[in-house]
């Protein structure tokens, strides 16, 4: 992998698919800190939202505590909103559930935008029935009046998910329930010697 066309084709303006391809591939490139700050530049210059989605990703897998870090942080920017909406969406393109309680709090942030994202980050995280309770209040809650759709989005989605995990959780006990019983049904009923 030629690591200096890598960089060439995704600062390759007009040409999405290949910019894409660039930052699918960075995500190969193993201890490259100058790939990672491309890689983070991407995440929140880029237009296309396509090239900052596979940008996110490709830093999930090459430092994804630090990219967890750097868009929580982002999340915090008081002064940019812009910064603010990228952080949140990003921290549900990276999927990791623990960021659900910084996510949540972009519900109270007080540009409609900004929460938008956040929604859009819980549809992609929100996997509790706390986090389900949360939209739904919002639903009640006249500064979100215009949020009616992503609302219902996300708490279709996070709905399913808890359902998912609620049939996981049941398949999961059933397994170890005939594991246990065949176990036993394999034992003699006079103890054996030592």
């Known amino acids: 992998m030629n690591v200096n066309q890598l960089k060439r084709d995704?600062?390759?303006?007009g040409h999405t698919e290949k910019q894409c391809m660039a930052a699918y591939q960075m995500r190969f490139v193993k201890n490259n800190s100058e790939i990672v700050s491309i890689?983070?530049?991407?995440?929140?210059?880029?237009?296309?939202?396509?090239?900052?989605?596979?940008a996110v990703l490709s830093l999930r897998d090459l430092t994804p505590d630090c990219a967890f870090r750097a868009f929580v942080n982002a999340t915090k920017n008081n002064r940019d909103k812009e910064r603010r909406c990228r952080g949140y969406l990003h921290l549900g393109t990276l999927g990791n559930p623990r960021a659900i309680n910084y996510v949540l709090n972009g519900l109270s942030d007080s540009e409609i935008s900004v929460r938008r994202c956040a929604i859009k980050a819980i549809k992609k995280i929100g996997n509790t029935k706390k986090t389900l309770n949360v939209l739904q209040t919002c639903l009640n809650n006249?500064?979100?009046?215009?949020?009616?759709?992503e609302l219902?989005?996300?708490?279709?989605?996070v709905?399913?998910?808890?359902?998912s995990q609620d049939r996981n959780c049941d398949i999961n006990k059933n397994n170890l329930f005939n594991k246990r019983l065949s176990k036993a049904e394999?034992?003699?009923?006079w103890p054996t010697a030592f």
Request: aromatic letters at 12%.
């Open 39 to 54: 890689l983070f530049d991407a995440s929140y210059q880029a237009d296309d939202p396509r090239l900052q989605e596979e």
């Open 152 to 157: 219902h989005e996300a708490i279709s989605a």
């Open 10 to 13: 995704i600062f390759a303006a």
């Open 186 to 189: 394999g034992q003699s009923y």
């Open 159 to 163: 709905k399913n998910r808890i359902q």
């Open 142 to 149: 006249p500064k979100f009046s215009s949020l009616h759709k």
